[in-house]
């Protein structure tokens, strides 16, 4: 009787030491919270890194003698690199560990920021922005990796990737409106000498809170497939980029994206074969993954293109300066911010799916409205304004359900790879989404340059941009439905 009295306060005790370690895991220690202000000041800083210099083009080409056709090679170089390099350095991580990868790359931006600044050449700065594109593409998969393993999945994770997905858009956002402060006031070069200090402060600090991240077991690094996916993905960004620049029918444009499928395919017979696949086919095949990054792949295509056909209709439509066009994408700011600590919560209280639809639905419904845009100023703002606002609040839920969708049920060992297709997804959205708009908008106009065919190409653009928005929200509906209560078919719950 005493034995099993015993037995049942022995029972009892672990029943309450796991209630006790549960909620534990799931509390913002202090040392958690200094984790989180690292990674999300990096992850802020690189996203800033992708819009800075978009407003300080025509003054750096001025400044450093690029000709107006080679001025796109500023974005383009670093465009490249940034998507193009993505899942190979996520899967560097996991061999070498996440933690060195992070702080080396945020040591690498530093120092090619730094070169950038200081560049009197066009080789130097095209050098300089080649770096950054390097050191973006290896910190933001780590810096999401060491963002998944420091918290424990469930509450605690969805909040933090909240918070990283809002820091995200707002940094994008934040990155316009300071590349034309910075221009304005001081000179282009500040463009990149701001991401100095941020990075040395991170590369100091860094260190002594974080800790390593990398599977048990070491695994082979995947030559054949790191190749493959590497090149596939240049070609396409590179074939995008032309296509923005020169139409779809340009032979530049067409052979890269003929050499981005055709090296892609050769990446997924690579990976068939392979023992040791960078990207096993299994996790790919997992519904959560898969659609999961499609659906992160379409939210950064069109919030991200959305911004430049806005800042083509507000400088060539309504007159705005680069400065006060990026002065109004604060609003659009506030939003991201605002449905990236609502979306955590919409989350915990409802299901991820719920968050995808009903975010690509609030995005549809307000990106839909922005075709009413007149050519007048008091009445376009009063529209554009609360559209991009709440436009905004819903691209940020379905970017944090697309982080949990493509992150959850899946083991320590394979966040590398999971956060290193997330990252990619988010890299080649960005990537894409300016030069696909860019084209659908010069198709339109017929390289016309006036008021009323600027006006008429962004709304024909608008158009396509909530039209992919809502195929989103349709493949969501099909395809992540909750088919049984397990962590794969409802991630996050």
Do not use: C
Request: hydrophobic letters at 55%; a positive charge; aromatic letters at 6%.
């Amino acid at each position: 009787m005493s034995a099993t009295s015993a037995e049942t306060r022995s029972s009892a005790s672990a029943t309450s030491d796991r209630a006790r370690i549960e909620p534990e895991s799931q509390r913002l220690t202090g040392r958690l919270k200094l984790v989180l202000a690292v990674l999300l000041v990096a992850q802020f800083m690189l996203a800033v890194d992708f819009s800075i210099l978009n407003v300080a083009l025509p003054a750096i080409g001025d400044g450093l003698g690029f000709s107006l056709a080679n001025l796109q090679w500023i974005a383009t170089a670093f465009a490249l690199s940034a998507a193009g390099f993505t899942l190979f350095f996520g899967r560097i991580g996991d061999l070498i560990g996440r933690k060195k990868i992070f702080i080396g790359s945020l040591a690498l931006l530093g120092l090619s920021s730094l070169a950038g600044g200081l560049a009197t050449s066009p080789e130097v700065l095209l050098a300089a922005r080649v770096a950054q594109g390097l050191a973006t593409a290896a910190a933001t998969p780590a810096g999401l990796s060491l963002l998944t393993t420091s918290f424990a999945e469930g509450p605690l994770r969805q909040k933090a990737l909240g918070i990283n997905g809002a820091l995200m858009s707002a940094g994008f956002t934040t990155g316009a409106i300071l590349g034309g402060v910075l221009t304005d006031l001081l000179s282009w070069r500040w463009a990149f000498f701001i991401n100095v200090p941020v990075a040395l402060a991170v590369v100091l600090i860094a260190p002594t809170v974080i800790k390593e991240s990398k599977p048990a077991a070491r695994p082979r690094l995947d030559l054949p497939g790191a190749l493959a996916v590497t090149l596939g993905l240049l070609g396409l960004v590179y074939g995008l980029t032309q296509a923005g620049e020169y139409g779809w029918s340009h032979p530049h444009a067409l052979l890269g994206l003929a050499a981005g499928v055709v090296f892609l395919a050769a990446f997924f017979l690579v990976e068939r074969k392979v023992a040791e696949p960078l990207v096993p086919l299994r996790t790919l095949g997992r519904r959560t993954v898969a659609w999961g990054n499609v659906l992160g792949l379409l939210a950064f295509v069109t919030e991200t293109s959305l911004v430049y056909l806005l800042t083509l209709y507000l400088q060539k439509t309504l007159g705005f300066s680069p400065l006060a066009a990026g002065v109004s994408f604060g609003v659009l700011g506030i939003g991201t911010v605002v449905g990236g600590l609502l979306a955590p919560k919409v989350i915990a209280r409802t299901s991820t799916l719920t968050a995808l639809v009903a975010g690509g639905v609030i995005q549809t419904v307000f990106t839909a409205a922005l075709l009413f845009l007149g050519t007048t100023t008091g009445a376009s703002l009063a529209l554009l304004l609360p559209a991009t606002f709440f436009g905004g609040v819903g691209n940020m839920l379905v970017i944090v359900g697309f982080m949990v969708t493509a992150t959850s049920g899946l083991p320590d060992a394979e966040q590398g790879l999971a956060t290193g297709l997330a990252s990619m997804s988010q890299q080649v959205g960005i990537t894409m989404g300016t030069p696909i708009m860019s084209a659908v908008v010069t198709a339109t106009t017929a390289g016309a340059a006036t008021a009323s065919a600027v006006h008429h190409g962004v709304t024909v653009a608008i158009a396509v941009n909530a039209a992919l928005v809502l195929l989103g929200v349709v493949l969501a509906a099909l395809f992540l439905r909750t088919r049984t209560n397990t962590p794969e078919s409802r991630p996050g719950s």
